[in-house]
């Protein structure tokens, strides 16, 4: 945890180094003649002087970020799940519910609601068959 504030915290630096390197660099026509148009002083391809003190820490700059930026993707995969493995499971619905707020009709061959005594036997109906409890279904486990 703490390497991954201190990546952090070099990144930034980086980033703010980077951009400010790259905006003191001059242009390739730089000069005169190229603020308008011409590019008389300079060969086709541009000319290309010793590499600065700016060039080298363009350079030194641009790899220390593809490094930092390499870095923390790799320690934010190992780091976070799927959406789908944080979401907590679906509530289950009761099954006395209807759409309206409604309750459901009892089940046939069950007794009503304040009827008590007896057997299913000697009532004459069938006893009802056993209700599976629903099992939620099992994702499989992190890697």
Same mark, same amino acid.
């Given at each position: 945890m703490l390497l991954e504030y201190f990546l952090i915290?070099?990144?930034i630096l980086v980033c703010f180094i980077l951009i400010m390197v790259v905006l003191l660099q001059s242009g390739k026509a730089a000069d005169l003649a190229g603020a308008?148009?011409?590019g008389g002083s300079q060969t086709a391809l541009g000319s290309r002087g010793a590499a600065t003190v700016l060039t080298k820490a363009t350079s030194i700059? !641009? #790899?220390l970020f593809m490094i930092t930026s390499l870095s923390l !993707? #790799? #320690?934010g995969s190992h780091r976070t799940r799927s959406l789908?493995? $944080?979401a907590p499971p679906p509530a289950a619905v009761p099954e006395?519910?209807? @759409?309206g707020g409604k309750p459901a009709p009892p089940a046939a061959g069950s &007794? =009503? &609601?304040? $009827? !008590?005594?007896?057997s299913e036997k000697e009532k004459g109906a069938a006893p009802a068959p056993a209700a599976k409890a629903a099992e939620p279904a099992?994702? @499989? &486990? =992190?890697k």
């Open positions: 915290g070099l990144h308008f148009g011409g700059s !641009a #790899i !993707a #790799i #320690i789908f493995e $944080q006395t519910s209807q @759409p &007794a =009503p &609601a304040g $009827q !008590a005594g007896g099992k994702s @499989p &486990a =992190p």
